[in-house]
C-alpha cells in the first residue's frame, strides 16, 4: 500500500505505534521479539536488564498502542510482535544509526 492511499485513521494509528516504538528499551524489546520470538516478562526482562515492573510497563505501552499482542499459558504470559514486519523499522533504524 502506497503512503499516499492511508486514510487519516491509519496515519494516526501509525504515528502512535511509531511514538511507542521511540524509546531505546523498547526497541530493544522489539528486537528481542523479532522473528516471530515469544518471550515473557521474566525473559524480556532479563534480557534488556530492568526491573520486572519497568519492562511490564514498556510492554503495556507497545501493547496498548498495537505493536505487540500476548497470549497466556498457564501461569505465563508471552509476549510477541503483532506485525512481524514491524522488526523491518527496527532493521532500518540500525542501518541508519551506523552511518
Do not use: W
Request: net charge positive.
Amino acid at each position: 500500500m502506497k503512503f499516499s492511499n492511508l486514510t487519516a485513521d491509519q496515519l494516526e494509528k501509525a504515528a502512535s505505534m511509531l511514538k511507542a516504538i521511540a524509546h531505546p528499551m523498547r526497541i530493544a524489546i522489539i528486537n528481542y521479539l523479532e522473528e516471530g520470538k515469544q518471550l515473557t516478562v521474566t525473559e524480556l526482562q532479563e534480557m534488556v536488564g530492568m526491573e520486572q515492573s519497568t519492562t511490564s510497563h514498556h510492554l503495556g505501552i507497545l501493547k496498548d498502542k498495537g505493536v505487540l499482542a500476548s497470549k497466556r499459558e498457564g501461569k505465563n504470559t508471552y509476549y510477541y510482535l503483532k506485525h512481524n514486519t514491524l522488526s523491518g523499522i527496527v532493521e532500518c533504524i540500525s542501518k541508519c544509526a551506523c552511518d
